[in-house]
């Protein structure tokens, strides 16, 4: 799943610039994040970056779209070729939503 | 007056990017006030936003409404005015606690008892936000601020019961917490016919504090509709608003059943009498009497 942001969004941009992968932009009503470059903060943090700030707690799992944990990194590793992420298995809880 | 149904909440919008704070309780109002204008309908050119000056008070110029952001606590005057001259166009004020209440707070009353037909959204953060963070008129008692460094010493003004006393119409609260909710009271508040007051409670992400951040409010406020509170009932709100500070209500805490005349109806009514003859000649006769 990536992450959606809801209609319950106040427009504050305070989760544009906590995006690891540069996902989120202002949209035509509120702000959007781009499925293709989101990883739900898989390879970056415990949870997603853009809910851990948002004040509206706003930014949640698509349920209509679910992506494994495999899937998610996977994404990371090609969208940061420089950066070096643990392998699946060795992934810790400080990396990914799923192990916390 | 136009009325068109085709306006969605992009067409209120302006190109100026807001400078508030991430985060600001501030752009959820913006955004309610979008999608509010959309549903009122009426375009951008017949609108006239006033207000005076602190963070909020910018809030005019990221609407695509006439605009302007007047001197401190003196968008109520000015807007008064706007109404007088040109009572076909809708007239929105806006502006924080300090601009409303305390720089601002005397002309609240007046405003109130002449009853123009004008939405008041007041930002309400209990704090100076734009000058870093000094005690305003509805910091809580005992806060710690730049300004009371030993936690205040006197008690706020209570912004639903000092305009539900002065006879406002119309008064209610909302918060970002809650932006359906938050919409559907400033459209409520724009729609009503007379002085229509709605206190935002909009947190300060920099200054405030941080039990009185958006995440708080969604886990303690009370829609006074959940209560079964009759927006009719003016003595009942008085008693619910009295708990502003304790209770985070949202909702219409008041909306006069029946509306009195506007101030601008009345001078209308006024100039139609003393236009005919008739009534000339009796203000002659007062002058001669006397």
Known sequence: MATLITSECINCGACEPECPNE?????????????????????????????????????????????????????????????????????????????? | ?????????????????PIWCPGCGDFGVLQSLYRALASIGRPPHEIAFVSGIGCSSRIPGYTT???????????????QGIKMARPELLVLVAGGDGDGFSIGGGHVPHAIRRNPDLTYIVMDNQIYGLTKGQLSPTSPCGLKTVTSGYGSLEQPVNPLLYTLSYGAGFVAQATPA???????????????PGFAFVNVQSPCVTYGQEEQQVKAHRAHMKSLASLGHDSKDRMRAFELAAQYGQELYTGVFYRNPEPPPTYGELIRARQTELATPLARERILDMFVQH
């Open chain 2, 178 to 192: 809650d932006m359906a909710g938050m919409t559907a009271v400033i459209e409520e508040a724009i729609r009503y």
């Open chain 1, 23 to 100: 996902a989120i932009s202002a949209g035509a009503d509120v702000y959007e994040i781009d499925q293709a470059l989101c990883t739900e903060c898989v390879g970056f943090h415990a949870k997603e970056a853009c809910q851990s700030v948002c004040p509206v707690e706003c930014c949640v799992p698509d349920p209509t779209r679910p992506e494994d944990e495999a899937t998610l990194l996977a994404r990371a590793v090609k969208l940061h070729p420089d950066r070096s992420f643990p392998p699946l298995a060795e992934l810790p809880a400080e990396l990914s939503r799923f192990r916390g």
């Open chain 2, 65 to 79: 409404a006439y605009g302007f952001n007047s001197v401190h606590g003196r968008a109520l005057p000015i807007a």
């Open chain 2, 1 to 17: 007056m136009t009325a068109t149904t085709a306006l969605t909440a992009k067409d209120f919008k302006s190109d100026l990017k």
